[in-house]
């Protein structure tokens, strides 16, 4: 088994302004650390895996930025020239909490690069699977508005160029990030052939999608999941929402591809969530996923990096990830994972989540019922 690991210095070098938190500075808001999306959970991650040895059983590389061929199949010129202009121009905010510096066009095309070698290497068969550290973030991104520190649509961009080389028709893309992944569902919102299943925690981000009504349109009616999740569903309720909702409906899809917006601000410590999930968390619903890919497409899975705000956790969520990824006996351990396990609820919520994913599967209309629930 070879896994590829994408990534490129420059986007660690993609700046977010002025900002105290989620608040750009003025009037009473006192200057701070800058946007909680930072370089140094992906530098730090990246870093881990070279200091734990992990790296030497990686194939790394780096990539070429997505082409303006490759941005124009997802996003249209108008944004694409605003958001050019502004970049030669030192930067600025298109978008919500979308701010950037001088050459932040250049380093999103670089950053949905990186999704697009790493899902072309995998569908060429030249990678059993592949991991893209891809900054910024995409999963927020519509086709011409950006929001959410996401600029351009990273998977969306990378799907389509997949497509557009004929490696791929079918495609299911699993999104456990902390926040709706709403830019890739509008992106894919009417297409039948790419199943856009998100689990979230309910009402984080945007504070207006995400709901399981939300189906998709048209031709694409029925191909959209969301699965909102209560805050402090912690492990046992993520690995239900995977097992009852995420796995069959993926199955049912046979994808060629399955491709994780590998996020980790449910990570328990996460300052942008509120979820408990754990490095071992994300391990079991890498191990889950990757079960499913030998099952129905030959073990086909592409990790695009998202998410996550915790400089001293997100390291060991994308380490157990890429352990299980590779098949690797190397381990970084879970400094944390003694204190997170302590903090997980108990078997009554563990019940209430029970409860709380039958009715989000009951509101799935049409396609899912109730009944789908437990299916495996």
């Known amino acids: 088994m070879t896994t590829g690991f994408f990534w490129d210095e420059s986007c660690f070098w993609h700046g977010g302004g002025n900002f105290a938190g989620m ?14 999306e930072s370089p140094e959970t992906k530098r730090r991650l990246k870093n881990l895996i070279e200091v734990s040895g992990l790296a030497k059983e990686l194939a790394m590389s780096g990539a070429d930025p997505a082409s303006q061929e490759d941005l124009l199949r997802v996003h249209p010129a108008s944004y694409l020239d605003a958001f050019k202009a502004l970049s030669d121009a030192q930067g600025g ?27 072309l290497s995998v569908l060429k068969g030249q990678l059993s699977n592949a991991y893209a550290l891809s900054r910024p973030p995409g999963h927020h991104c519509l086709p011409d508005w950006p929001n959410g520190f996401c600029l351009l649509s990273n998977i969306g961009i990378a799907i389509r160029a997949a497509q557009a080389e004929g490696l791929t028709t079918r495609v299911a893309v699993l999104d456990w990030d902390v926040h709706h992944g709403n830019g890739t569902e509008a992106v894919f919102y009417e297409d039948p052939n790419i199943l856009t299943l998100s689990l ?9 999608t995400g709901d399981p009504e939300d189906r998709g349109k048209g031709p694409g009616l029925g191909a959209n999941i969301n699965v909102p999740l209560p805050p402090g569903t912690g492990h046992n309720g993520y690995l239900a929402a995977m097992e009852r909702i995420a796995l069959p409906a993926i199955r049912a899809h046979k994808p060629d591809v399955i491709v994780v917006a590998c996020g980790f601000d449910a990570g328990a410590n996460d300052p942008l969530g509120r979820m408990l999930a754990t490095a071992e968390t994300f391990r079991a619903m890498t191990a889950q996923a990757m079960d499913l890919a030998r099952e129905v497409c030959d073990g086909r899975i592409v990790m695009v990096h998202e998410g996550g705000y915790s400089e001293t956790y997100v390291p060991f969520c994308g380490h157990a990830v890429l352990e299980e990824m590779s098949g690797s006996a190397i381990r970084a351990p879970d400094p944390l994972a003694a204190t997170f396990a302590a903090r997980q609820p108990g078997p009554a919520f563990d019940a209430f989540v029970d409860g709380w994913l039958e009715d989000v599967v009951s509101r799935m209309e049409p396609g899912l019922g109730p009944s789908y629930v437990g299916q495996t």
């Open 200 to 208: 979230h925690q309910e009402r984080n981000y945007p504070l207006d």
């Open 93 to 119: 905010d298109l978008g919500l909490r979308t701010p950037f510096g001088p050459g932040g066009f250049e380093i999103a095309a670089m950053s949905a690069g990186l999704a697009k070698a790493a899902l």
């Open 23 to 36: 608040l750009p500075v003025g009037g009473l808001v006192q200057p701070g650390g800058g946007l909680p």
